[in-house]
């Protein structure tokens, strides 16, 4: 059984260019969820989805970010216009939506903005 | 805001057993107390997590107060590879999870 994994582990980009994430869940894990991690402090949530449903949003995912899981399977996030705010860990977790909720992450994406 | 409190770090002798504490007096009837540790650089990864009993796997056991307002986890053998930050969430089913800033856990040989 392979864990969530995550693509790609590090990208370095300057500021204002796009980047993209993806994250693959462990199979047949109905919930999808997205966290950042800034240096020195715990992972702060972003956004989750219930299959293909993005049900809920942090108001710290401004204009520039945006989420999709368009099968209910992998999710992307992108981030359009990068700043140098947006140098953090990123990160993806995934539960089954069943009866067991725990959530089981993945190793991150690292972004690094210049 | 995280709902519970850690202290920021503690050592621990490797082998002998580590004895994490949270306080979360304000956990909720329906709120799970769950426990992840982080390894520098690497996703959290999922320990254990209970409700009101005592819970046990084979990485470590988790003793909740009658009360619920406090719990401790324990590491029965700690090893150098037990080194890590350890966060305790109080979290309903289905929810996010608000992080906290954990305990920094020190094995020392």
């Known amino acids: 059984d392979t864990g969530v994994s995550q693509d790609p582990r590090h990208k370095i980009t300057k500021r204002g260019q796009n980047v993209t994430f993806r994250c693959d869940p462990i199979s047949e894990h109905n919930r999808l969820y997205w966290y950042r991690q800034t240096l020195g402090q715990g992972p702060e949530f972003l956004t989750y989805f219930q299959n293909e449903a993005q049900l809920e949003k942090s108001r710290l995912l401004s204009d520039r970010f945006s989420a999709e899981r368009p099968k209910g399977s992998f999710s992307t996030l992108e981030i359009q216009r990068t700043e140098q705010g947006d140098s953090a860990m990123y990160l993806c977790?995934?539960?089954?939506?069943?009866?067991?909720?725990?959530?089981?992450f993945g190793p991150g994406t690292r972004l690094l903005v210049l | 805001d995280a709902k519970t409190t850690q202290p920021p770090s503690m050592d621990c002798a490797e082998g002998r057993a580590a004895n994490l504490p949270c306080n979360h007096s304000?956990?909720?009837?329906?709120?799970?107390v769950y426990w992840y540790r982080q390894i520098h650089s690497q996703g959290p990864q999922y320990i254990i997590h209970?409700?009101?009993n005592n819970e046990t796997n084979e990485m470590a056991s988790l003793i909740i107060t009658e009360d619920r307002k406090s719990s401790t986890l324990i590491l029965p053998h700690a090893t150098l590879r037990d080194t890590a930050v350890y966060y305790c969430i109080v979290s309903s089913y289905g929810n996010k999870l608000v992080f906290g800033a954990g305990t920094i856990l020190r094995v020392k040989s």
């Open positions: 304000t956990i909720s009837g329906n709120e799970y």
């Open positions: 977790a995934s539960s089954p939506g069943r009866e067991t909720e725990t959530q089981y």
């Open positions: 209970g409700l009101k």
